[in-house]
Nanobody, 116 residues
Framework: QGQLVESGGGLVQSGGSLRLSCAAS????????MSWYRQAPGKERELVAS????????NYADSVKGRFTISRDNAKNTVYLQMNSLKPEDTAVYYC?????????WGQGTQVTVSS
């Protein structure tokens, strides 16, 4: 059974940076597209960024373009989200997700709080 474990969240001031990591186990990581989602209190979960299995293709939500970067290291079975120029509206629980055809895995989430 596949498992995803996020880390790297925390409290940061507006304008600061954080790097989230998501470590995968129990499945062939390079075969899965990976994504980061976030969910703020009282709001629906939204897609933040995604990356293909090889890492050659990435996509971003308009709200984070130019500030966030998704990357992956298939040798380490890990996907990252580098978050720069953080804003209070980026405050949320961040989740990683792995998807392949009919199978998907979710992590437990990591809290990111940006103070103004």
């Amino acid at each position: 059974q596949g498992q995803l474990v996020e880390s790297g969240g925390g409290l940061v001031q507006s304008g600061g940076s954080l790097r989230l990591s998501c470590a995968a186990s129990g499945f062939t990581f390079s075969n899965y597209g990976m994504s980061w989602y976030r969910q703020a209190p009282g709001k629906e979960r939204e897609l933040v960024a995604s990356i293909s299995g090889t890492g050659s293709s990435t996509n971003y939500a308009d709200s984070v373009k130019g500030r966030f970067t998704i990357s992956r290291d298939n040798a380490k079975n890990t996907v990252y989200l580098q978050m720069n120029s953080l804003k209070p509206e980026d405050t949320a629980v961040y989740y990683c997700r792995g998807v392949r055809i009919m199978t998907n895995y979710w992590g437990q989430g990591t809290q990111v709080t940006v103070s103004s």
